[in-house]
């Protein structure tokens, strides 16, 4: 008796069925690469049907425990947070102080999944933002190094993705919500986002003033390997389809020292590639 159409499903994950094409008559194979599954407890299924078409199903359970690698420790520019020009000043209201001085930045990698522990001048929750955190849009961009079209323009940002680069994904992280983004030419430019994609969770840790984000793997299309991988990180408050404006002279909800067509950008940090 034989089965036919086999594949694997982790997790539950009907939509992205792994088939086995590794198989004869009596036994089979497949080789999962676990670099690209979250430490946790998993779920295995084999799926396939029997002569008659009936589904048969047989599931294993594993705890995956890879080891977290730090591999980058890089340190801004303190007190750094006046745009490109060194002229912008914050909106006037008196809750904004210096929440989008980005100090250092910490990069972890525990399979293909990678997390950012980014650590800021400052960190308030005056708005009492859900996420933990007023003031500052995190935008994280990220260039894959298996991915050959991306995206040259910082969708309504008013600039460019560093060094002629190109940037595939983009997270954006805000207190009062998350967005994240899948870029490609066709659907983003300066004044499109992208394809909306699953979001990441973060953390606040208000003793060492740090905003921390896990990047599974999955979000990222499931890597070979982020060998090569470049980070890109800035900063500017609102979210990612409506930043706040900036003109000449700064107002309670508006930045001062440019104009409409300034970088909407507050601080950044130097491309960090990962190796
Ligand atoms: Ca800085
Ligand atoms: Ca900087």
């Known amino acids: ?31 999962l690469s676990l670099s690209n599954l979250m430490n946790g407890k998993h779920r295995i299924t084999a799926i396939g049907y029997d002569d008659k078409g009936s589904l048969i199903t047989s599931s294993k359970y594993f705890t995956l425990a890879l080891s977290t690698k730090h591999l980058f420790h890089f340190e801004d520019e303190i007190q750094d947070d006046y745009g490109p020009n060194g002229e912008y000043t914050y909106p006037s209201h008196r809750s904004f102080s210096h929440q989008q001085d980005i100090k250092a930045v910490d990069v972890s ?7 950012l522990e980014i650590t800021m001048s400052e960190i308030t929750q005056i708005w009492i933002p859900p996420n933990g955190f007023d003031h500052v849009l995190l935008n994280i961009y990220i260039d894959m190094p298996d991915k050959q079209e991306g995206v040259k323009s910082l969708p309504f940002q008013n600039a460019f993705f560093p060094n002629e680069g190109e940037w595939d994904y983009r997270f954006a992280l805000g207190g009062f ?29 208000y003793e060492q003033n740090k905003i921390s984000v896990t990047l599974p793997a999955k979000m990222l299309g499931n890597p070979t390997t982020l060998k090569n991988t470049n980070l890109y990180i800035n900063t500017w408050s609102g979210s990612a389809t409506y930043p706040r404006t900036i003109d000449k002279t700064r107002t309670t909800w508006s930045y001062g020292g440019g104009n409409s067509n300034s970088p909407k950008i507050m601080d950044d940090i130097n491309i960090i590639t990962l190796e």
């Open 177 to 205: 919500g998350i967005e994240a983004f899948e870029g490609h030419p066709l659907i983003s430019g300066p004044e499109k986002l992208g394809k909306s994609i699953m979001t990441p969770f973060v953390n606040v840790d």
């Open 1 to 31: 008796m034989g089965v036919e159409n086999m594949g694997l499903v982790i997790d539950g994950d009907y939509e992205h069925l792994l088939p086995i094409t590794n198989r004869n008559q009596n036994s089979w194979f497949h080789d």
């Open 109 to 115: 990698l525990t399979g293909n999944n990678l997390t």
